[in-house]
């Protein structure tokens, strides 16, 4: 039999949360990451939280990360609880601007960030089996045609809102709502893009814009999935003949010179946008970081920023329980639960300011009893 690899950590998942975690914990442990997927993902533009610069800072990435060219967010526009746009911008933050994300590039930094810092990835791979060994865990990983064994100490569940490792685990997720979201991709016309991302509320959902580095846009729109527009959020087409009868968004999109991309697998897509939490988000020689462990309603711009303190956060209780601390993996779970609940308190509160349409099932929903369980685990 092939000897196995040695591994004091193994993360499943090389997105912004399982390379957080590797690129903080490789320097003190030996990591190896895992990803079916040989690069980054194609995904919907994402918003940077102002408060990300001292998780950054923290990890020793600030600089860096300006050095990537991100774009600035100064502010934002949102058409939300009545007629008219409201502007707000972050001139007040102690934190400065927010940023919107070329997402691909900044995955792909992380990666090398965390091979730079001694964390070994393998991509793409996937784990067929996870079984225990004394201690540890035994994976039989596959990759390039081949399958080998891994040995672990602890496993680390980076995959997303599928939670793959946890589930097998027994862990199940709490999910709060329907929430989908279909996007498509585009250009703005030379010199008249805004810098502002925009928000407005419509009867079925609400949508999303914002503006990404290189002159390009993001237009996503936000729905329930059993209701029938999602069916538009599904279709790049319908999304975008249903985004002509949104009336200030389309106007601004106009003003920019907006235009989608062509035939292509960045034109667009469609996902699951749900709020959710795991339980529990750690066990025995196991936890959950980023969306495997809490997943958030985009209207909460906290998704990636929820995927670097996790993954710090997680790191830093690795170390300690690899370090011989029976608790941290526990206590890194119990440290979640405050998240999760100024989360639901602060989404509440903007569900809650719009009122125009509550008899529409997506927005009667979200006021008569906003992230409750749907009564369903998965």
Same mark, same amino acid.
């Given at each position: 039999?092939?000897?196995?690899?040695?591994?004091?950590?193994?993360?499943?998942?090389?997105?912004?949360?399982?390379?957080?975690?590797?690129?903080?914990?490789?320097?003190?442990?030996?990591?190896?990451?895992?990803?079916?997927?040989?690069?980054?993902?194609?995904?919907?533009?994402?918003?940077?939280?102002?408060?990300?610069?001292?998780?950054?800072?923290?990890?020793?990435?600030?600089?860096?990360?300006?050095?990537?060219?991100?774009?600035?967010?100064?502010?934002?526009?949102?058409?939300?609880?009545?007629?008219?746009?409201?502007? &707000?911008?972050? =001139? #007040?933050? *102690?934190?400065?601007?927010?940023?919107?994300? %070329?997402?691909? $590039?900044?995955? /792909?930094?992380?990666?090398?960030?965390?091979?730079?810092?001694?964390?070994?990835?393998?991509?793409?791979?996937?784990?067929?089996?996870?079984?225990?060994?004394?201690?540890?865990?035994?994976?039989?990983?596959?990759?390039?045609?081949?399958?080998?064994?891994?040995?672990?100490?602890?496993?680390?569940?980076?995959?997303?809102?599928?939670?793959?490792?946890?589930?097998?685990?027994?862990?199940?997720?709490?999910?709060?709502?329907?929430?989908?979201?279909?996007?498509?991709?585009?250009?703005?016309?030379?010199?008249?893009?805004?810098?502002?991302?925009?928000?407005?509320?419509?009867?079925?959902?609400?949508?999303?814009?914002?503006?990404?580095?290189?002159?390009?846009?993001?237009?996503?729109?936000?729905?329930?999935?059993?209701?029938?527009?999602?069916?538009?959020?599904?279709?790049? &087409?319908?999304? =975008? #003949?249903? *985004?002509?009868?949104?009336?200030?968004?389309? %106007?601004?999109? $106009?003003?920019? /010179?907006?235009?989608?991309?062509?035939?292509?697998?960045?034109?667009?897509?469609?996902?699951?946008?749900?709020?959710?939490?795991?339980?529990?988000?750690?066990?025995?020689?196991?936890?959950?970081?980023?969306?495997?462990?809490?997943?958030?309603?985009?209207?909460?711009?906290?998704?990636?920023?929820?995927?670097?303190?996790?993954?710090?956060?997680?790191?830093?209780?690795?170390?300690?329980?690899?370090?011989?601390?029976?608790?941290?993996?526990?206590?890194?779970?119990?440290?979640?639960?405050?998240?999760?609940?100024?989360?639901?308190?602060?989404?509440?509160?903007?569900?809650?300011?719009?009122?125009?349409?509550?008899?529409?099932?997506?927005?009667?929903?979200?006021?008569?009893?906003?992230?409750?369980?749907?009564?369903?685990?998965?």
């Amino acid at each position: 039999m092939t000897t196995p690899v040695e591994a004091d950590a193994v993360v499943v998942g090389a997105g912004p949360a399982g390379t957080a975690f590797a690129l903080n914990l490789a320097p003190l442990h030996r990591v190896l990451v895992l990803d079916r997927r040989a690069g980054p993902a194609v995904r919907i533009g994402e918003s940077l939280a102002p408060a990300a610069r001292r998780l950054l800072a923290d990890m020793g990435l600030w600089d860096a990360f300006l050095a990537e060219g991100h774009s600035p967010c100064h502010g934002g526009r949102s058409v939300w609880g009545g007629p008219l746009p409201v502007e &707000a911008d972050s =001139l #007040r933050d *102690l934190d400065g601007p927010g940023w919107h994300l %070329d997402r691909g $590039r900044f995955d /792909g930094w992380l990666r090398r960030v965390a091979a730079s810092r001694g964390a070994a990835l393998l991509v793409p791979a996937q784990p067929l089996s996870v079984d225990r060994a004394g201690q540890g865990w035994l994976l039989e990983v596959e990759t390039a045609g081949r399958r080998i064994p891994v040995h672990a100490r602890l496993l680390v569940d980076a995959g997303g809102r599928g939670s793959p490792l946890a589930k097998r685990f027994g862990a199940r997720r709490a999910v709060s709502d329907r929430l989908v979201c279909g996007w498509v991709h585009g250009i703005d016309a030379p010199g008249r893009q805004s810098g502002l991302t925009w928000i407005e509320a419509e009867p079925d959902g609400w949508w999303y814009s914002a503006p990404l580095p290189e002159g390009r846009r993001v237009v996503a729109f936000h729905t329930d999935a059993d209701l029938p527009a999602a069916a538009d959020a599904r279709d790049t &087409a319908s999304l =975008l #003949r249903r *985004l002509s009868t949104c009336s200030v968004l389309s %106007d601004s999109l $106009r003003a920019c /010179g907006f235009e989608a991309d062509g035939q292509g697998e960045g034109r667009g897509g469609f996902c699951a946008a749900h709020s959710s939490s795991l339980s529990p988000a750690s066990g025995e020689g196991w936890l959950a970081v980023g969306d495997a462990a809490l997943g958030f309603d985009p209207l909460s711009s906290q998704g990636i920023f929820n995927a670097l303190y996790t993954g710090l956060a997680a790191a830093e209780a690795a170390d300690r329980h690899l370090s011989g601390d029976p608790t941290a993996l526990s206590n890194y779970a119990a440290g979640l639960t405050p998240i999760r609940e100024a989360y639901r308190a602060h989404l509440r509160a903007w569900y809650g300011l719009e009122r125009r349409w509550q008899d529409r099932p997506f927005w009667s929903r979200r006021l008569s009893n906003p992230l409750s369980p749907l009564g369903r685990g998965t």
